[in-house]
């Protein structure tokens, strides 16, 4: 089993919609959560940064932690052919795991006009 | 957010070379990474190069097929020694600033 398992997709809304981007993860030692969003050959830009269960809102990206689940969530509200591109979820534990990041497999949309 | 040049951006190599890719920054930080992502698969993290120190490796990257260098709090370096055609990858780097990892363009390795 994966530490982090997220859905790669396929993913094609249109133009406006609400979008839902998943992770599930096992290690309970993940304290910090991120969402990266990767256009085609191009760096992992990082979105969204988090370290508690809850809500974080950005414009029109939302994250949400679920710890008690180990469930997280990126939202994106009136998407736009512009976040077209691959999304993906990143964990990082504390202690002397510090600075190393564990990915989801990533999930790509596509959001047409 | 720091900003990130890599070098080469792209490269063709023949099995059994070498190549060294190079990872810029344009402010001093402590920690550096590089990591992999294979064709269709997501990012693994290769190495940590901290300025100073041995780079730490993680499991199933060794130092012999991957040497790291980080002379400096602004500049790394990892070669890809003795390449095969599995070796063909986006090699990122990254660094850490303010608990946040941002990442580089990316070198994209072909081995023929």
């Known amino acids: 089993q994966k530490e982090v398992e997220q859905d790669p997709g396929p993913l094609s809304v249109p133009e406006g919609a609400i979008v839902s981007l998943n992770c599930t993860y096992s290690n309970s030692a993940f304290q910090y959560f991120m969402w990266y969003r990767q256009y085609s050959r191009k760096g992992p830009e990082l979105l969204m940064y988090t370290y508690s269960s809850g809500n974080k809102e950005d414009g029109r990206f939302t994250a949400q932690v679920d710890k008690s689940s180990k469930y997280i969530s990126l939202f994106i509200r009136d998407s736009q052919p512009s976040d077209s591109a691959t999304y993906l979820c990143?964990?990082?534990?504390?202690?002397?795991?510090?600075?190393?990041?564990?990915f989801g497999q990533g999930t790509i949309l596509t959001v047409h006009p | 957010s720091a900003v990130i040049s890599q070098k080469p951006s792209r490269d063709i190599c023949q099995r059994g070379t070498s190549l060294t890719i190079q990872c810029q920054v344009d402010s001093q930080v402590t920690m550096m990474f590089w990591y992999r992502q294979q064709p269709g698969q997501s990012l693994t993290l290769i190495a940590t190069a901290n300025q100073g120190s041995e780079a730490t490796y993680e499991s199933g990257f060794v130092i012999d097929k991957f040497p790291i260098s980080r002379p400096n709090l602004t500049f790394s370096t990892l070669t890809v020694s003795n390449m095969s055609p599995e070796d063909s990858s986006i090699y990122l780097c990254s660094v850490e600033n303010y608990n946040e990892q941002f990442f580089g363009p990316g070198t994209r390795l072909t081995v023929l």
């Open positions: 990143a964990m990082q534990a504390g202690g002397t795991s510090y600075g190393k990041l564990t």
